[in-house]
DNA sequence: GTCTATACCCCGATAGAC
DNA sequence: GTCTATCGGGGTATAGAC
């Protein structure tokens, strides 16, 4: 008896993850507007109805894909942070380079400077990894970091997911904060409740200029990623992996994370 | 003859503005992958193949909402240009406040001093019109900022207007250098090239390094925008107008442009 | 320039047999 | 859990009369 069911929840699993693969498609071909229980039946050769007992409906289907690029692209930060805190903190060259661009921040001169950039390498090598992410999955990116699917509101279980990248980022400002203090100018006045506002909700420890800032650069980030992805650097940026890199290291030191230059 | 003719010519565009019109209702309601001449027929009392008369296809009506979109957000940010140039260069209070969101930079103190925040209060009033008018026209800014449609490619007419909001950016960078010059950290080497490539192409006479941020702060204002817009920020920022202004003042001062402290 | 009619496709969702 | 069949919609695009 449990074998059997065993078994079956086995063959649900399975059938469960070839319908997400094929709608993953179809992402891709006609986007998440379009996505269609039909389509992703006729090419699984199932009938559509026969998909009812997998996704009650089409906005659920939706909302596991989306889910799951939320995830994947969370996994992939934090797999960067910690590959880049297990590895980068001194030593040159990283046994086997995990992506084309996670490479760290440019060996200038003084490699040998105390404190040296670790921070500012991981927010680098997260950032990277986020950008390879979205470059090897760019329909899943524009379901989640795109226009929203009009008529489709997303549930509360998305909230969760979609947050791995930032929690992976004001850990990366944490750990600095921690280690050697983040140097920072002051905050215009203005801004000053809605700085301690963030502060409190996403990081206590955090001073509220390093906490604003912090999601000004959180967003800042996914403009430069969706700049790309989205085409709008055709025939303006060339030399996409090295503009990335270095935008990116200048947001770390926007949020107080220091260079190897003392 | 030629007074048929006029009648004919504009009851033509009476006619072609009312379907662009309803299309962009449409847009709102169902998202430009959905856009249906049918519907936008159905609307208007026409039957579908009468559309045909006035856009061979549904590709070329999007064509035509897109390139509106980005002469909407071009004119808006060129305005802002115009205005913030016009007035705001000395003068405390504006006669009549543009928008509720264009105010100047912070009164921080020294008001007086020399050279003033012009420039960098002009980048900051581009910013704002362009946030401004993606907040009215949330579905016409994800049409052009957000995820492409699939299946469609933008033909070539669309890259001009396309590229409005970024000269305009460049021109205050331009108006800044050649006023009182800019003040930059060096660049790592490894974008030279690039930037002396970029430099070249869109503002010969500014340095490099003031280029390549500026291509980059031009994407990044446009993240905090899209993460505003696309809801991003739900449950993280709450008082978004603040936020973005000071954002977008420290994104001016990447690229060079000089606040009033002295 | 607008109409009717038409060819030929698509979809989400459900009922009920097996 | 999968099937057939069905309801009740939707769409692009063209032909040809007026």
Redesign the pocket.
């Given at each position: 008896m449990s074998a059997i069911r065993g078994v079956?929840e086995r063959a649900?699993i399975e059938?469960t993850a070839a319908i997400k693969d094929e709608a993953r498609k179809q992402l891709a071909a006609e986007g998440a507007a379009k996505?269609?229980?039909?389509?992703v039946a006729?090419e699984l050769g199932?009938?559509?109805?026969?998909l009812?007992?997998y996704f009650p409906?089409?906005d659920e289907l939706l909302t596991a894909l989306i889910v799951d690029a939320y995830d994947s692209v969370g996994e992939a930060a934090e797999h960067a942070h910690r590959t880049a805190t297990a590895e980068g903190d001194g030593r040159a060259a990283a046994p086997r380079p995990p992506t084309a661009s996670a490479r760290t921040v440019p060996p200038t001169g003084s490699a040998r400077t105390a404190p040296p950039a670790v921070h500012l390498n991981r927010w680098v090598a997260v950032a990277c990894a986020v950008r390879d992410w979205a470059l090897a999955h760019p329909h899943e990116y524009a379901l989640i970091y795109g226009s929203p699917v009009p008529g489709y509101t997303a549930p509360q279980a998305t909230v969760g997911p979609a947050s791995r990248v930032g929690l992976t980022l004001i850990a990366i400002v944490v750990e600095a904060h921690e280690a050697q203090g983040i140097a920072l100018p002051p905050l215009a006045g203005e801004l000053r409740p809605e700085a301690e506002r963030l502060a409190a909700d996403l990081a206590p420890g955090l001073p509220p200029a390093a906490a604003a800032r912090l999601v000004a650069a959180w967003s800042q980030l996914f403009g430069l990623v969706s700049f790309e992805i989205f085409g709008q650097f055709n025939r303006v940026v060339e030399d996409r992996e090295v503009f990335f890199r270095q935008a990116a290291a200048e947001l770390a030191r926007t949020v107080g994370l220091l260079d190897g230059h003392r």
């Open positions: 079956r649900r059938v996505l269609s229980l039909r389509a006729r199932m009938v559509s109805s026969a009812y007992r409906s089409r």
